[in-house]
């Protein structure tokens, strides 16, 4: 870190943010990863192990982790398929809009996902 | 017209380690940021040392950090930038400095070099001009790229840069990336070999820094997405 020079001004734009967003979902999912194992290897353990692992997702609070969790998916995803647009079809002014565009429907998944809870 | 007003100026003294100077300075209208620093030179304190040359935005020699970011200072208002009355002068982030807002440009330019960003004739000695065919996908991906002055805006402004001090950076990939595009060139081999390392093109994250920075409205991001393309068909052509 230089005594002159800040790096937050220069960060300051979507690109940045795009970049930030993949990141920290990217770290998440990863963290997520052993506890998905976990939930699976509670089905060798017999059924009623599972059903018991089941019926704890039923519980509110880990219902709003898993919409976080989707949410951390969708985003990944969206930012994976941004930077594969941006970098495999070579590029093209519209792909200015291509992290508008994952922002949103990263939301839209999760809202999706929140809505269906209800269901 | 005249303008009442002073502007509070904040001027990088000294290296690596140093300090910030304060320097109040008049405002006028229409005025620069180059304008102010020449001001602060003329006229408050002849020591300080900064770079500049053409004064149009062509030569590439005047950018400093301004506020936080990188511009050149030659083209860039004061009314543009400043946060109400001060202004905030550094030296570019990523290089050494020399002293005050002069930076060392060598390990920018060293990169280039790297990067084979030389012309490489494929005929040495060609009877006629070389016609270089109009509107084809190449020559429009090496007039994107052409315009670049060398200021070393993209190059202070890429994170990578700064993480990895190796990492050729935007401006040489940039350039790699229009000579790649030149039909006269022949130097595409050794190039692509150059700019595939850890240090090359996959190292960029598409962030965006560059792009988003260079005064020229290039887009580096974009040149080195070329290079990611062009390195991953040599690697399966088994030409790397
Ligand atoms: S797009 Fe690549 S070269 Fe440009 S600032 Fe970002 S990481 Fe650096
Ligand atoms: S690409 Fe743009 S910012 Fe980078 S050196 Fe060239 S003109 Fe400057
Ligand atoms: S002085 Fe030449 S580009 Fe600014």
Redesign the pocket.
């Known amino acids: 870190m230089s005594p002159f020079n800040p790096v937050w001004p220069v960060r300051s734009h979507r690109g940045y943010l795009a970049f930030v967003v993949h990141r920290v979902s990217g770290v998440g999912l990863a963290v997520f990863l052993p506890l998905h194992f976990l939930a699976l290897g509670t089905a060798i353990g017999g059924e009623a192990a599972l059903e018991g692992f089941l019926r704890w997702t039923d519980h509110p609070l880990v219902k709003l982790a898993e919409t976080g969790l989707v949410l951390l998916l969708a985003a990944h995803l969206a930012g994976g398929l941004r930077l594969l647009a941006l970098e495999l079809l070579g590029w093209r002014d519209w792909q200015k809009s291509a992290v508008a565009v994952a922002a949103g429907f990263s939301l839209a998944a999760g809202l999706l996902f929140l809505l269906n809870l209800g269901l | 017209m005249p303008d009442e007003r002073t502007l509070e100026v904040k001027v990088w003294r000294g290296g690596e380690s140093g300090r910030f100077q304060a320097f109040a300075v008049p405002r006028r209208a229409s005025q620069t940021v180059l304008d102010v620093v020449t001001w602060i030179q003329r006229h408050l304190d002849a020591t300080l040392s900064y770079r500049y040359a053409c004064r149009v935005g062509m030569c590439?020699s005047c950018?400093m950090t301004v506020n936080g970011k990188p511009r050149w200072t030659c083209r860039t208002h004061v009314d543009k930038v400043a946060d109400g009355d001060t202004l905030t002068v550094a030296p570019l982030a990523n290089l050494p400095v020399v002293k005050d807002l002069a930076t060392d440009m060598a390990p920018f330019f060293d990169k280039w070099a790297k990067a084979e960003g030389r012309f490489v004739p494929a005929d040495e000695r060609p009877a006629d001009f070389h016609t270089v065919p109009p509107g084809t996908r190449a020559s429009r991906a090496a007039n994107a790229?052409i315009?670049?002055?060398?200021?070393?805006?993209?190059?202070a402004?890429c994170d990578i840069v700064r993480w990895n001090r190796d990492y050729l950076g935007?401006?040489a990939l940039?350039r790699a990336w229009t000579l790649v595009n030149d039909v006269r060139d022949a130097g595409n081999d050794v190039r692509l070999a150059a700019v595939a390392g850890d240090a090359g093109c996959h190292a960029c994250h598409s962030q965006e820094g560059?792009r988003t920075?260079?005064?020229?409205q290039?887009n580096?991001t974009a040149s080195i997405a070329g290079l990611k393309r062009a390195t991953m068909v040599a690697a399966f052509k088994g030409r790397l």
């Open positions: 590439g950018a790229g315009e670049c002055i060398g200021c070393g805006i993209c190059y402004a935007p401006a940039n560059c920075h260079c005064p020229k290039i580096p």
